[in-house]
């Protein structure tokens, strides 16, 4: 049997002009095109892998291109079109692949990667969903304080995001261990801030505190520099105002504007906050 959407091993057949046929043991037969031989050399009787998918016209086709996705798999696809149907997504083959409106969390937006999981619909073609929480792994041998590389694919919460480690391994950002705004597909740099029971890791894009501290008494200092030495913020602003101005809480706020008032740098007043001169 031939096998769409994965990668099958089959026997080289009979030439064509363009192209040849390839058969499995049963006799079903594919072609592969001459577009997608390039200059190996193919030969009689031999047998080859290749990735199976089906073309414009919705016959399965064979091809010696290496794909970004097969069936079973999760991958961070761009997408490339769409249509009042659903989305395609590039896999680096002459056809994309569908991602279904039903199969879409959030929207798809042109332009934009997400991970997605392929999958064969009721048709028989390979297509999509950004429904990939059931297909991202456990991961082992991560360590409280490591720096990962991970991708957003969704909500566990109202406030806690759904990340991906390194693309495949199951990881949550809490509400208060993020500051902006994080939508699905997004990737970044994250650190590890905790491991749970279920094997499930907690990330934070937050700083060290020290690091975290350092970093925002520097923007207070140049916030105050940039308005005449003065602003109407000081430790009895609210948290929602502190966050929208400072990216950040209000205790972190309050306990580096303390710091820079030991360090004599500033004074703060009923009305804000000034740069001592």
Do not use: W
Request: glycine letters at 10%.
């Amino acid at each position: 049997m031939i096998f769409v959407g994965e990668y099958n091993d089959l026997k080289v057949d009979r030439k064509v002009d363009f192209g040849y046929y390839l058969t499995d043991e049963d006799g079903n037969d594919v072609l592969l095109p001459n577009a997608s031989i390039k200059e190996r050399d193919i030969k009689l009787g031999e047998e080859i892998e290749v990735f199976i998918y089906r073309d414009s016209k919705d016959r399965p086709i064979a091809t010696l291109k290496k794909p970004l996705i097969k069936v079973g798999e999760v991958s961070y696809l761009k997408i490339v079109g769409e249509s009042s149907f659903g989305a395609f997504a590039d896999i680096g083959l002459d056809r994309d692949i569908f991602i279904p409106l039903k199969e879409q969390k959030f929207k798809c937006l042109v332009g934009k990667s997400y991970l997605l999981y392929a999958y064969i619909d009721k048709t028989g073609r390979l297509a999509a969903t950004t429904y990939v929480d059931n297909y991202m792994e456990i991961g082992e041998g991560f360590k409280v304080g490591d720096e990962v590389e991970v991708i957003t694919y969704g909500k566990g919460g109202e406030k806690t995001i759904r990340v991906a480690i390194d693309g495949k391994y199951q990881g949550i950002v809490l509400g208060n261990e993020h500051y902006n705004d994080i939508y699905p597909g997004e990737k970044f740099k994250a650190r590890i801030k905790k491991i749970y029971e279920d094997g499930v890791v907690g990330v934070s894009t937050r700083r060290k505190r020290l690091e975290e501290r350092d970093v925002l008494k520097e923007q207070i200092l140049d916030y105050l520099e940039k308005h005449d030495g003065f602003m109407v913020y000081n430790d009895k602003t609210s948290p929602e105002i502190i966050k929208e101005t400072f990216n950040t809480s209000k205790n972190y706020f309050k306990m580096t504007l303390g710091g820079l008032m030991k360090e004599g740098k500033i004074e703060q007043s009923l009305e804000g906050t000034r740069l001592k001169k």
